[in-house]
């Protein structure tokens, strides 16, 4: 009765199960990999932000002190 093929049941759980933990794992790698790109891009982007908050705080008051010696009265 038999046709000759034998089905290694237990074998192809044991691939299906370790294709699918190395499938996890690399989803793993992926989402580790672009978090770790994230905050190699946001740490330039952050201080170029406080550097140029920095450059508005020295003009804002620099144009204060020109308004206020515009304004004070002259002795």
Do not use: C, H, R
Not at 14 to 37: H, P, R
């Amino acid at each position: 009765m038999s046709n000759g093929t034998n089905i290694d049941v237990a074998g192809a759980i044991n691939t299906l199960a370790e294709t699918f933990g190395k499938l996890f794992q690399m989803q793993i790698d992926v989402a580790n990999t672009a978090l770790k790109a994230l905050a190699d891009v946001a740490e330039p982007l952050g201080k170029t932000a406080t550097d140029l908050i920095g450059s508005f705080t020295g003009a804002a008051t620099q144009v204060l002190q020109s308004v206020s010696s515009a304004i004070a009265p002259k002795k």
